[in-house]
């Protein structure tokens, strides 16, 4: 079975940084797409960032040039690098796989670690 768990969350002050890193296990597909969502309560999911195989990125704009989408396919981790974080950037972050490149629906989840930016 697919596992995806994220580490890395945590509290910081406006302008720092975190690490977010997404450990995938038992994903077997050569064509697929990764990414970052987040979501407060009460409010809709957002993605925040995505990948695919082909190499195609995705960024919402409200974290163009603050935020980068990696992988280590070696070490199969998934990153999101958060800089110059803002108060509206805290969130519960879940990583999520698509078995399909297109990032049109992603089938598997992680469970999620809490983003807390302190103005």
């Known amino acids: 079975q697919v596992q995806l768990v994220e580490s890395g969350g945590g509290s910081v002050q406006t302008g720092g940084s975190l690490r977010l890193s997404c450990t995938i296990s038992?994903?077997?597909?050569?064509?697929?797409?990764m990414g970052w969502f987040r979501q407060n309560a009460g409010q809709e999911r957002e993605r925040v960032a995505s990948r695919n195989s082909d190499g195609d990125q995705y960024y919402a704009d409200s974290v163009k040039g603050r935020f980068t989408i990696s992988k280590d396919n070696a070490k199969n981790i998934l990153y999101l690098q958060m800089n110059s974080l803002k108060p509206e950037d805290t969130a519960m972050y879940f990583c999520a796989a698509d078995e399909r490149w297109s990032c049109s629906e992603f089938d598997y989840w992680g469970q999620g670690t809490q983003v807390t930016v302190s103005s």
């Open positions: 038992r994903f077997r597909y050569s064509m697929y797409c």
